[in-house]
Each structure stands twice: as C-alpha cells, then as structure tokens.
C-alpha cells in the first residue's frame, strides 16, 4: 500500500503542471491572476486558444508549431540514423583506435554544452544555415550521448547472430540492417523519444541561431506571447498546453519500447 501510495504522489508531481497548464489555459485573464488561485476554472473558457489558434504576423503560433514538429522529427531521425552507424562500428568492429576514439566521444559529455555554442555558430554561419530550419535540425544529429548509448545496447547482442550471418555470406551492412536494427527496437525507440525531446524544448539554441518569427520553434515563439509590461497567463499556457500534445503522443506510442530499452541498456561494455 506504502508503494502505490508513493507511486502516487510521483504521479501527481509530474502531472501536476500539465493539469495546472490545462486549468490555466481555461480560465479568463483576471481569474488566472487572482490569489488565491483555483483549481478549476469558474468560468471555463476557450478564448485563450482562440488567440492561439489565430495568431498574428509577429506571433505565428501555428507556424511555430509546425516548425518544432519538422525540425524535432528530422532531428529525431538524423540523430538514430547517424548514431546507430557509429554506436555500430565501435561494437561490432574491430580497427585500430577504436577505444581512443570512443574515449573522446564519451570525454566530450563532461565538456558543458554552452562551450560548443560559439564554435557551431561560426561553422553554421559559414555553411549560410543561419535563420533556417536547416539549422536547428542538423547540429547535435552526432551527439556523444546517443552513440555511448546505443553501443552499450549492441555490445550486448549475441555475437553469435553475427557468426551465424556471416557464415550464411553476410556482410556488415545486412547484418546491420537485418539483424542489429531489428533487435535494437527498445533502444531506437529510447534514443529517438530523448532525441525528439530535446529538440522540442530547445530554447537557447534556436534563439541564438534564429531571427525571424516565421522559423521560430515553440520554446523561443512562446516566450514573445509575454508582454513587456503585462503577461497573458491564459494563452500562455494554452501555447505550452499545445506544445505538450505531440510528446504525450510519442511516449504514449513507444513507452513500452522505452522501458525496455532503458532497463537493458548499459548491462555490458
């Protein structure tokens, strides 16, 4: 009883934003100013979604929206295609310097992310990506994290599968595409699930690489919806409510493959 009690109350503190989101995004401008708060709105209302849905040239709400759901979907596949090539090569075979490289590849985990910021934006700058959604898919599609963690889930496959196929006249590729991939669905899910995430809820970067409000993503978009000297609470969190709908979808889609995943990564290497 103690556990399922305890299981609750982590529920109700993850949960809980999103409902006061959801409640928020109800309500009317005054009442979601009022102190002390409610819980439910008095007066429910759909106005604030309205103006969302509506939009102006400055606060293309929509089109932040589309923009978050390219640029993260793209990243998400660039990142497992890339990722899994490289997490491939350094645990299923064998040349010179691969623990030296994959040394360097997990020592740049421990180098804070805002050091690469000023580096990928002269190499990004120099590549005439600046202001395009170009820019916010193809940076970090190599990250370290997502080769550390699908080697440690490939060095954990049997190689017997790869004896077997190659014995049968395989070659890397086929046994890549044919029988690693395959069995590394709960990691793939998981990669992609954390890669998609962190697109959607980048805020620095795009702000840092985009100008103008038609390619901004929702994170830096939302942000404009804040009024220099008041805040409208109401379509602010309809705007993050929104922003919510997509990644509740993909957990709810691939959660059983993330458990997975996540509980099977890391066991060998």
Known sequence: MRRYTVLVALALVFVGPLLWALSTSLKTKPEATRLPPT???????????????????STPVLRWFANSLIA?????????????????????????????????????LLVPG?????????????LG?????????????AGAFGVFFLRQFFLALPRELDEAA????????????????PLSKPALATLAVLSFLANWNDFIWPIFVIFSPEYFTLPPG?????GQYTIDYPVIMAG???????VLILFALTQ???IEGISRSGLKG
């Open 39 to 57: 819980l439910v709105p008095q007066e429910p209302t759909t106005a604030a979604y309205a103006t969302v849905f509506e939009g102006t040239t």
């Open 72 to 108: 993260a979907t793209l990243h998400m596949v660039l990142v497992l295609v890339v990722c899994s090539l490289a997490a491939y090569a350094l645990a299923r075979l064998e040349f010179r310097g691969k623990r030296l490289m994959f040394a360097l590849i997990v020592g740049t």
């Open 114 to 126: 805002f050091v690469f910021l000023i580096p990928q934006f002269l190499i990004v700058d120099q």
């Open 129 to 141: 990506w600046l202001d395009s959604l170009t820019v916010l898919i193809v940076p970090g599609a």
């Open 166 to 181: 190659r014995v049968e006249g395989a070659n890397h590729w086929h046994i890549f595409l044919r029988i690693t991939l």
């Open 222 to 226: 939302l942000s404009i919806l804040q």
């Open 240 to 246: 993050a409510a929104l922003a919510s709908v997509p």
């Open 256 to 258: 059983r493959y993330v």
